[in-house]
């Protein structure tokens, strides 16, 4: 079983999984450590990385600004992985998902040794690292099959994104090829942006259940525990992202209070979609 699973697998009936995301190398690599003890601490079943990459296009104003810190300190695909293996060495339960571009992906070449296909080299050396998932914002399903494989051998899910426009005959593809969870994107547009339906999203998460058995993981515009707990009465799972990340550029120049704030919302948003169903 893979450890997603097992994170889906193991919540107590009832409860919904809480994965907040930060983006890797947004305020130091080693604040990102410890942004992300401070989330496993604060309620975090996984956490999604955001992978830096210099165009980030299907984000909005907060995590594209992340993303343009840390590419500028030079933060690579290497580098994350890094700090998943560092992560992995006092934790083995919490699943961790690389988001990001198909770009770094494309490139890759593994450190010190021979090169490979850069599918294969990434697949083998995400799951050395101890990724979990990959979500790959701006690969079309129906061109990820050779990547699938990869990832596929080396015991790592992928994960797609659906949207409200998403067509049924799209869902009833993406059954054959999604694994780990389904991402489903409440708003149109970027991250960060909109005015959250909830009513909306119920529908639409019936709409994916119709055709697709993984779990539903719902993101864009869960800004605080009460948008968050309204989410989790259908979602399996709750995802936050810029609420998040502003606090790590709020504080830049204070980790202390960096950690204090990630750690209260965190703590916030996972007590709403899990004290009350205990």
Do not use: W
């Not at 988001?99 to 050395?128: H, R, W």
């Not at 049924?168 to 149109?188: H, T």
Request: a negative charge; aromatic letters at 6%; proline letters at 4%.
């Amino acid at each position: 079983m893979s450890r997603l699973n097992a994170v889906f697998s193991n919540l107590p009936q009832g409860q919904k999984a809480f994965i907040p995301f930060i983006t890797a190398g947004d305020g130091g690599l080693d604040n990102t450590f410890e942004l992300m003890q401070t989330l496993c601490a604060n309620g975090a079943d996984v956490i999604e990385l955001g992978v830096p990459f210099s165009d980030p296009m299907a984000d909005g104003p907060v995590i594209t600004k992340s993303h343009e810190r840390a590419v500028a300190d030079g933060v690579s695909l290497h580098d994350v992985l890094s700090l998943v293996k560092k992560f992995r060495q006092s934790n083995q339960s919490t699943a961790i998902v690389l988001m990001g571009y198909l770009n770094p992906i494309e490139v890759f070449t593994p450190q010190g040794g021979a090169k490979k296909g850069s599918y294969q080299a990434f697949a083998d050396e995400a799951s050395k690292a101890g990724v979990d998932g990959v979500l790959i914002v701006d690969m079309p399903p129906e061109e990820a099959q050779d990547l699938k494989t990869c990832l596929d051998q080396a015991n790592v899910d992928l994960i797609f994104l659906i949207a409200p426009t998403t067509t049924n005959e799209r869902l009833a593809f993406l059954a054959s090829v999604a694994s780990g969870f389904v991402y489903f994107v409440s708003l149109k547009g970027v991250t960060g942006a909109g005015h959250l339906d909830v009513d909306s999203v119920n529908t639409n998460i019936d709409r994916i259940r119709s055709f697709i058995s993984l779990p539903v993981g719902v993101g864009f515009g869960i800004k605080d525990a009460a948008t968050a707990k309204a989410v989790s009465k259908s979602a399996d799972a709750v995802i936050v992202g810029s609420s998040l990340v502003s606090f790590i550029e709020k504080y830049s120049a204070d980790k202390d209070k960096m950690l204090e704030s990630v750690g209260a919302l965190a703590n916030d948003i996972s007590k709403a979609i899990k004290e009350d169903r205990l």
